[in-house]
């Protein structure tokens, strides 16, 4: 993006209030244009190649597809994509899962305009934008430690633990192969597991493979 040119944003979100209410705060700034305002992740992902935006202040919890898994997905094809997520909800566990996720920051619904303002250029700064009071806890844990997988590593586990190669997975799941590598790399550090088989055993221990027909 050129310095001068405003930040391009769209707003997802399915209460019409909300978004005007942020729609039309947000518009008094010379320095940020809102190209769109959409119900649900899945919109976003169908028109963000068409609309471009800079920024996406997303809601947590939306119809058809809500604000995690569209992030992660939004993220895989445009990694340089800044995602605020928008929500309700201040607890420390749905912070540090959006973070998990990719979100380059997390914001809650009842704060002044001018703190969404400021976490837009934040992230566009590069910086990471956390709600008061929510910057604690950002590595959440599963009952034996780990970090958890997304949903969308979930998904890769499955076909890495059928022997698929990332080749075959990126073609599996309309990836890229850098993309694959990336997640299973994530995977991998998440779990502690180095190795394939490791990742193999991993799933046939926790059900992974369970319902697949796959014999390991």
């Known amino acids: 993006m050129d310095a001068t040119s405003p930040i391009r944003l769209i707003i997802a979100d399915d209460h019409p209030m909300v978004v005007d209410g942020i729609e039309a705060i947000l518009e008094t700034y010379d320095d940020i244009d ?3 305002t959409l119900a649900n992740g ?3 992902i169908d028109q963000v190649d068409a609309l471009k935006p800079d920024v ?14 569209a992030t992660e997905i939004l993220l895989e094809r ?3 994509l800044k995602i605020l997520i928008l929500s309700m909800h201040d607890a420390p566990e749905y912070v540090s899962t959006a973070m998990s996720y990719g979100a380059a920051g ?3 619904k009842d704060v002044p305009t001018e703190d969404i303002y400021t976490a837009i250029r934040d992230v566009m700064a590069g910086k990471t934008y956390l709600c008061r009071g929510a910057s ?10 780990r970090e958890p997988l997304t949903a969308r590593e979930q998904t890769i586990l499955l076909e890495l633990a059928q022997g698929k190669s990332n080749k075959q997975v990126a073609l599996d799941l309309d990836i890229s192969v850098h993309t694959v590598e990336t997640h299973r790399k994530n995977i991998k550090r998440k779990l502690g597991i180095n190795s394939t088989a490791g990742l193999t055993r991993y799933a ?3 059900g992974v493979l369970q319902g697949t027909g796959v014999a390991i």
């Open 136 to 145: 604690a806890s950002l590595a959440p844990k599963t009952a034996d430690g």
């Open 34 to 36: 809102v190209v769109a």
């Open 78 to 80: 445009q990694p340089d």
């Open 204 to 206: 046939l221990e926790h």
């Open 56 to 69: 996406i202040l997303m809601d947590l919890n939306m119809p058809q597809l809500g604000g995690l898994p």
């Open 106 to 108: 997390y914001i809650l």
């Open 42 to 44: 899945q919109e976003v």
